[in-house]
């Protein structure tokens, strides 16, 4: 790969097209052509995905909409080395994320270029209430990430982008109704105005959830407006929010979550060499949950500054820097004294360097340091080699992240005793992979991984009948293991395609599946219309409650283009009503999956 250099300032409509191609954080990044799609999420601007030396996947919103894979969390089972479920109830409910055998806390979710999975950021509740539709970008970053994403990316990081508008103004409205009293509606405009380009979308869903007090609704809105300022200046805005409610069968106790996300930000060109970008962004996420009559409640805040740097030093190597100030703070009911704060600040940079033209090495260092335990220093390199003859890639890279003690692991709460003396919780992973181009529409990708977990942050119960625990650091080194699998194509000019995703864990946190598929295959037999079938299976498995027995279900979803303006659309989700348990717990027993439901909607677009 060569890197492409800024022209000189007279070259103004070269410039342009280059700047938008290369704009760090905020670039659109499609696909640069129809063969190499373009990657954000492995250092933070577009670069090609076979040059990339992480293993990542790319979710196509659109296609995950026209399949009927709405929820968030669904759409992230569709990438190999990720299990995304729920542990405490149906929609609405808290979601779990494990990448590559770790689990909810080592993971971090990225939107809008801001990190949202901070150690006391409850990341559960965004997993849970995110929708496909207001979002522009989906990446699956795997492995460690520390040297690019500091804390929470053991597991890997969750990219996602706000849409930009683009085109001549227009609109859509989806809506939707079915089982269990469900019924959802969501709209968006977008386009562009002279040099201003915008997206603004608003949804409202509701359900009764196939259980008894499990009642869900939400709101929730999403916004960008970017503007050209002059010939090198972009200047833009995000917004995300959202207000649900969810009613907690186990513990019969009434949630509401208000969530709200906004960026500000700049990119600009320097000179011919030098790309530059700077953000500040806001998170707020106030939780209340009615035990009736107790009350627990938490707020959480983040507010974070940064800016990042591309430099094309030569043909051959590339500098990327960075620079980053964050302040958190967190307050609880259940903690002895509030509010608490911690300060975070750093730096960090990466090199990539292309000796020849099929090969890609990149080495990356980042440095922060916490008020409340003191600093970590990161690492990752990695290569990513091409041989164009036989369309095969091969990557591999050896990093290390690690997961810092939370406000409520420090501080107690009134389930948890206080330990000021915890330590960061330190990983080194590495993964060697394939990806195989066969034929002309058809991937294989393998990639093995393993991941050494130092210190490891773990709740402690005491023993009976005391109902308090403690969270502490386990002695020694946790390990996980596994492969993953992805396969992927189509047929008949593409008219039928398949997608199979295959997570084989040998080691794991929690007791996990060991074996977790995923795969759909559907058909166009006319320009308007598709079929679709698609099954999921976990093996057995615990989620570190009691054990779960193996299940797969079933699902069958379509859509006619009933006119230019108006697409019908149909799913059955657990075709076959298999009864299943999404977790066992050892107190309340286990909280039942939903059978067999039916749903339908419309499209119109204007």
């Not at 402690?460 to 492969?483: A, K």
């Not at 279900?553 to 989700?573: C, F, M, N, P």
Request: hydrophobic share 35%; net charge negative.
């Amino acid at each position: 790969m060569r890197y492409p250099q800024m022209p000189l300032r007279g070259e103004y409509r070269c410039a342009l097209a280059l700047a938008a191609l290369l704009l760090p954080l905020t670039a659109s990044a499609e696909v640069e052509n129809d063969l190499t799609p373009l990657v954000v999420s492995a250092l933070r601007f577009p670069q090609p995905a076979s040059s990339v030396t992480s293993s990542v996947t790319l979710l196509d919103p659109q296609d995950l909409e026209a399949r009927g894979l709405r929820q968030f969390r669904e759409a992230l089972n569709e990438a190999p080395g990720v299990i995304a479920t729920s542990t405490s109830g149906q929609t609405g409910a808290v979601s779990s994320l494990n990448i590559r055998g770790t689990t909810t806390p080592y993971s971090q979710l990225v939107v809008d270029g801001m990190s949202l999975g901070g150690s006391s950021s409850p990341l559960g509740n965004l997993l849970a209430a995110s929708r496909v539709y207001d979002i522009g970008r989906l990446e699956i970053l795997r492995g460690p990430q520390g040297a690019i994403y500091g804390a929470e990316s053991v597991g890997g990081v969750l990219w996602m982008e706000t849409p930009r508008g683009s085109g001549t103004p227009h609109g859509s409205l989806t809506a939707e109704g079915g089982s269990f009293s469900s019924f959802s509606v969501n709209a968006m405009h977008q386009g562009e105005v002279g040099p201003l380009s915008y997206f603004v979308s608003g949804g409202y869903e509701q359900t009764a959830n196939d259980a008894s007090y499990q009642n869900f609704h939400q709101s929730s809105a999403a916004l960008r407006v970017e503007a050209k300022l002059d010939k090198v200046w972009t200047l833009g805005t995000t917004y995300r929010g959202f207000d649900n409610f969810f009613q907690d069968g186990v513990y019969l106790d009434d949630d509401r979550v208000n969530e709200n996300f906004a960026t500000v930000y700049a990119t600009g060109v320097i000179s011919a060499r030098w790309t530059t970008h700077f953000q500040i962004g806001h998170q707020q996420e106030y939780y209340h949950a009615d035990y009736h009559p107790s009350i627990y409640s938490s707020d959480f805040g983040a507010t974070a500054a940064s800016t990042d740097q591309r430099i094309v030093i030569n043909d051959q190597l590339l500098l990327l820097a960075t620079a980053f100030y964050n302040h958190d703070s967190f307050a609880s009911t259940s903690t002895p004294t509030n509010p608490h704060t911690d300060n975070r600040c750093g730096a960090g940079a990466a090199l990539e360097w292309t000796p020849i033209t099929d090969l890609t090495t990149s080495g990356a260092l980042r440095w922060e340091d916490y008020d409340t335990f003191g600093s970590q220093l990161t690492w990752r390199v990695g290569s990513a080699y091409q041989l164009t003859k036989t369309d095969t890639t091969f990557r591999g890279g050896v990093g290390t992240s690690y997961h810092a003690p939370g406000f409520l692991d420090i501080y107690g709460s009134d389930y948890g005793i206080a330990n000021p003396n915890l330590v960061a919780t330190d990983a080194l992973g590495w993964d060697l992979g394939i990806t195989q181009k066969l034929a002309e529409h058809h991937q294989l990708e393998l990639t093995w991984f393993r991941n050494q977990i130092k210190d490891q942050i773990k709740y402690v119960p005491y023993p009976f009948p005391s109902m308090m625990g403690q969270m502490v650091n386990l002695p020694g080194t946790t390990t996980t293991e596994g492969l993953e699998a992805g396969f992927s194509g189509g047929w008949l000019d593409c008219t039928i395609n398949y997608r199979v995703a295959w997570t084989l864990l040998e080691k794991s946190l929690a007791e996990q599946p060991r074996n977790a598929v995923t795969a759909s295959i559907d058909w166009k037999p006319t320009t308007k219309s598709m079929i679709g079938v698609g099954m999921s299976h976990l093996s057995e498995h615990a989620f570190a409650g009691d054990p779960i027995q193996a299940y797969t279900l079933a699902r069958v979803y379509g859509s006619y283009q009933l006119t230019d303006k108006i697409k019908l659309h149909a799913r059955v989700e657990n075709l076959f009503n298999q009864s299943y348990e999404l977790y066992n717990d050892r107190w309340n027993g286990p909280i039942k999956g939903a059978g067999t439901g039916l749903y339908a909607g419309l499209t119109f677009d204007w």
